[in-house]
């Protein structure tokens, strides 16, 4: 039982860790496009 459970929490910690990844590359990609069309109307 303790095994199981050991397991279970470790997936759950890797898929959180993961989709916390995801998401901050998401939230850079969305900076550098929002920087990116400052640039263009900059110029």
Known sequence: ???ILA???ISL???SLLS???TIRGA???IER???A???SAE
């Open 28 to 30: 850079g990609q969305d």
């Open 13 to 15: 910690f890797t898929l």
């Open 20 to 22: 916390g990844c995801n």
């Open 7 to 9: 397991v279970m929490l």
């Open 38 to 40: 400052i640039q263009r």
């Open 34 to 36: 929002g920087g990116e």
């Open 1 to 3: 039982m303790k095994r």
